[in-house]
């Protein structure tokens, strides 16, 4: 989970692009959506419940396009008609509002797809097991990422851009509520007609070897208010305000684990630098300007690629770069998701098969911490705690599909959703 702040600016600037006309309206409900299943975790940390801490580890496991689609599904079946009559201006701004969360609930599947394999990498963190030490330095990295980021786009700190006051210190509207849950329960909730298991049963048990069951965990809620994900969006309005009352001499942080000491780089430098590339990202991140002319690249490779650092594959990617990749996958989405709704199609998914072959991300599900198709989960299990066999294992097809999301030819124009 790269932090909140990473997910907002890029949920926002891919907005700007593709949805100028009512990104204002509703940037409150959509930057909701673009934290994911993230929101989980905070249900599952104040105070602990484990089983929702696992719930939202296997929801970035497995699943993710899945939801997604039904997500896209349950909009326009909501809308048959949306497309082709004229409809009152309200009842169109409903339709593309969900649309577009839809489309940022995915977007945070890919932000955590194109940033993970590089924070993992850097933090020798490991996607299951998470040793504590590694996942200070994870949270840290992706902390001092968003804190670059938001001086970079908005000129501005976390100090004083509250995520809590982006969402105005609100949960979950029903509208946004019916799609998380049609969504999450489709993908995640639905037993197998064979075995009786639901997903979310079957992966928590096959990768972490615990048990969940779907009802208890969040079926038997239905809509009521006490659903998990209305009570998980109450918690992330209070929990981002915590941070706010340690001191500022701190920056750098959403969650307690990515607290920096503003005045102590040099001794945190040395406590989580664990590869010169993290010295190299580290000093990149918080001096970005002086480095930005002087970057050097790795003398007769390509540009950008994943290359061999004696022990370990490193990603070569700034965190600009990440960022505009992350954006620009969004976008992508986004324009296949419309074309999806000017169809007849009524399932996204199949019309992302036949129609979108070229967009990466819409082929199949893929895990948001390994930024692998989920596939391959099994494969990755079975090399254990060998994170240098981890970091190699198809590092191919990551590299392989971050350029094809660098080399993709997006619509110019911002789509006119209305005319
Ligand atoms: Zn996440």
């Given at each position: 989970m790269p932090q909140p702040y990473f997910h907002y600016l890029v949920m926002r600037e891919a907005a700007l692009s593709e949805f100028p006309n009512i990104w204002r309206q509703n940037r409150v409900a959509a930057t909701k959506m673009s934290q994911g299943p993230d929101s989980l975790y905070y249900y599952g940390t104040l105070p602990w419940r484990k089983e929702y801490e696992q719930a939202a580890n296997v929801t970035h496991w497995d699943g993710s396009l899945d939801c997604f689609c039904h997500m896209l599904d349950h909009t326009k079946k909501s809308n048959p008609s949306i497309r082709k009559h004229d409809v009152s201006d309200g009842a169109l701004r409903a339709y593309q509002a969900l649309a577009e969360e839809a489309y940022f609930w995915y977007s945070h599947a890919i932000v955590d797809m194109i940033v993970h394999p590089t924070v993992y990498r850097i933090s020798n963190d490991?996607?299951?097991?998470?040793p504590k030490k590694r996942v200070r330095a994870h949270k840290k990295l992706e902390s001092i990422m968003d804190t670059f980021l938001l001086k970079e786009?908005?000129?501005?700190?976390p100090h004083q851009l509250k995520f809590g006051e982006l969402i105005c210190n609100s949960g979950l509207d029903p509208a946004s509520f019916e799609l998380l849950n049609v969504g999450m329960s489709m993908a995640y909730g639905v037993p197998d007609p064979?075995?009786?298991?639901t997903r979310l049963e079957s992966i928590a048990k096959d990768i972490a070897n615990v048990n969940l069951n779907y009802f208890e965990l969040?079926?038997?809620?239905?809509?009521?208010?006490?659903?998990p994900f209305y009570k998980a969006y109450e918690m992330l309005a209070k929990y981002s305000?915590?941070?706010?009352?340690?001191?500022?001499?701190?920056?750098?942080?959403?969650?307690?684990?990515?607290?920096?000491?503003k005045d102590n780089l040099d001794k945190l430098e040395e406590r989580i630098m664990t590869t010169h590339y993290w010295n190299d990202m580290f000093f990149h991140v918080l001096k970005s300007q002086e480095l930005k002319?002087?970057?050097?690249?790795?003398?007769?490779s390509r540009d950008n690629r994943f290359f061999d650092n004696e022990s370990q594959l490193l990603p070569r990617y700034t965190v600009l770069e990440l960022f505009d990749l992350a954006v620009k996958a969004t976008r992508m989405v986004i324009q296949a998701g419309e074309a999806f709704f000017a169809s007849?199609?009524?399932s996204s998914r199949e019309f992302f098969r036949e129609k979108?072959?070229?967009?990466?991300?819409?082929?199949e599900n893929y895990n948001m911490d390994t930024g692998?198709?989920?596939?391959?989960n099994a494969d990755l299990l079975s090399l254990g705690d060998d994170l240098k066999k981890i970091n190699r294992f198809k590092i191919d097809l990551i590299d392989e599909n971050l350029l094809r999301v660098a080399g993709y030819r997006l619509n110019p124009r911002p789509l006119d959703m209305a005319a």
């Amino acid at each position: 989970m790269p932090q909140p702040y990473f997910h907002y600016l890029v949920m926002r600037e891919a907005a700007l692009s593709e949805f100028p006309n009512i990104w204002r309206q509703n940037r409150v409900a959509a930057t909701k959506m673009s934290q994911g299943p993230d929101s989980l975790y905070y249900y599952g940390t104040l105070p602990w419940r484990k089983e929702y801490e696992q719930a939202a580890n296997v929801t970035h496991w497995d699943g993710s396009l899945d939801c997604f689609c039904h997500m896209l599904d349950h909009t326009k079946k909501s809308n048959p008609s949306i497309r082709k009559h004229d409809v009152s201006d309200g009842a169109l701004r409903a339709y593309q509002a969900l649309a577009e969360e839809a489309y940022f609930w995915y977007s945070h599947a890919i932000v955590d797809m194109i940033v993970h394999p590089t924070v993992y990498r850097i933090s020798n963190d490991h996607w299951v097991k998470h040793p504590k030490k590694r996942v200070r330095a994870h949270k840290k990295l992706e902390s001092i990422m968003d804190t670059f980021l938001l001086k970079e786009k908005m000129d501005v700190s976390p100090h004083q851009l509250k995520f809590g006051e982006l969402i105005c210190n609100s949960g979950l509207d029903p509208a946004s509520f019916e799609l998380l849950n049609v969504g999450m329960s489709m993908a995640y909730g639905v037993p197998d007609p064979k075995t009786g298991i639901t997903r979310l049963e079957s992966i928590a048990k096959d990768i972490a070897n615990v048990n969940l069951n779907y009802f208890e965990l969040f079926g038997k809620f239905h809509d009521s208010r006490e659903h998990p994900f209305y009570k998980a969006y109450e918690m992330l309005a209070k929990y981002s305000f915590i941070p706010f009352h340690i001191p500022s001499k701190f920056d750098n942080f959403f969650g307690l684990r990515g607290v920096i000491p503003k005045d102590n780089l040099d001794k945190l430098e040395e406590r989580i630098m664990t590869t010169h590339y993290w010295n190299d990202m580290f000093f990149h991140v918080l001096k970005s300007q002086e480095l930005k002319n002087s970057f050097q690249r790795i003398p007769n490779s390509r540009d950008n690629r994943f290359f061999d650092n004696e022990s370990q594959l490193l990603p070569r990617y700034t965190v600009l770069e990440l960022f505009d990749l992350a954006v620009k996958a969004t976008r992508m989405v986004i324009q296949a998701g419309e074309a999806f709704f000017a169809s007849d199609y009524k399932s996204s998914r199949e019309f992302f098969r036949e129609k979108a072959k070229g967009v990466v991300y819409l082929d199949e599900n893929y895990n948001m911490d390994t930024g692998l198709p989920s596939r391959f989960n099994a494969d990755l299990l079975s090399l254990g705690d060998d994170l240098k066999k981890i970091n190699r294992f198809k590092i191919d097809l990551i590299d392989e599909n971050l350029l094809r999301v660098a080399g993709y030819r997006l619509n110019p124009r911002p789509l006119d959703m209305a005319a």
